[in-house]
């Protein structure tokens, strides 16, 4: 029986050390990505590895998923397969056995989670929006040198040479050749 960590942050410049600090685990998996799925490399190995009578340790529900359904699925699964499931923040633990109580609360808390994300994306949107209305937001800058690629076609190279060579695709080639003309 071993004590397993699960910890997430959602980009790579976040820090991880204060989630489940002061825990005393065996194992440590880790994920510098987003929840909003589980196609996550640190948690398809957590699962891989735990076994019947460990317990995974996450610091709170939104590490381990920004979905409900997928929050719960991945209890289920966990429990089904005889692994105990222990929140921190939330207080809450999940063995298998069924506790009307916690499960309400994991369900509740969920779903303020996926709320949270989608407010989250919603602001966002709308920050977007009315930057680009403002013209303050004008999207990604090219990271395409054009004045190179309409000099070597002027030189007679061929688009699909020139993509090549500066790993971009043909269709920004021919882009850049439209806007130039």
Same mark, same amino acid.
Not at 52 to 60: A, F, I, K
């Given at each position: 029986?071993?004590?397993? &960590? /699960?910890?997430?942050?959602?980009?790579?410049?976040?820090?991880?050390?204060?989630?489940? *600090?002061?825990?005393?685990?065996?194992? @440590?998996?880790?994920? +510098?990505?987003?929840? +909003? *799925?589980? %196609?996550?490399?640190?948690?398809?190995?957590?699962? %891989?590895?735990?076994?019947? &009578?460990?317990? @995974?340790?996450?610091?709170?529900?939104?590490?381990?998923?920004?979905?409900? #359904?997928?929050? =719960?699925?991945? @209890? +289920?699964? =966990?429990?089904?397969? &005889?692994?105990?499931?222990?929140?921190?923040?939330?207080?809450?633990?999940? #063995?298998?056995?069924?506790?009307?109580?916690?499960?309400?609360? =994991?369900?509740?808390?969920? #779903?303020?989670?996926?709320?949270?994300?989608?407010?989250?994306?919603?602001?966002?949107?709308?920050?977007?929006?009315?930057?680009?209305?403002?013209?303050? /937001?004008? &999207?990604?800058?090219?990271?395409?040198?054009? *004045?190179?690629?309409?000099?070597?076609?002027?030189?007679?190279?061929?688009?699909?040479?020139?993509?090549?060579?500066?790993?971009?695709?043909? *269709?920004?080639?021919?882009?850049?050749?439209?806007?130039?003309?």
């Amino acid at each position: 029986m071993s004590n397993v &960590g /699960y910890i997430r942050v959602s980009t790579v410049d976040q820090n991880t050390e204060r989630q489940l *600090d002061g825990v005393p685990l065996d194992k @440590v998996f880790e994920d +510098k990505c987003s929840g +909003k *799925d589980t %196609d996550r490399p640190g948690l398809t190995q957590m699962l %891989d590895y735990v076994r019947e &009578g460990d317990t @995974v340790h996450v610091h709170d529900i939104s590490r381990m998923a920004r979905n409900l #359904a997928n929050l =719960l699925e991945l @209890v +289920k699964q =966990l429990t089904s397969q &005889g692994i105990t499931i222990r929140f921190h923040k939330e207080r809450l633990e999940f #063995a298998g056995e069924s506790n009307p109580m916690q499960e309400l609360m =994991l369900s509740m808390l969920g #779903a303020v989670y996926q709320f949270e994300r989608s407010m989250l994306l919603e602001r966002q949107r709308e920050g977007i929006k009315q930057g680009q209305a403002a013209g303050r /937001y004008k &999207g990604r800058r090219p990271n395409i040198d054009a *004045d190179e690629v309409l000099n070597r076609l002027a030189a007679g190279e061929r688009p699909t040479q020139i993509a090549r060579d500066m790993q971009i695709s043909r *269709d920004s080639v021919y882009r850049i050749a439209k806007q130039g003309a």
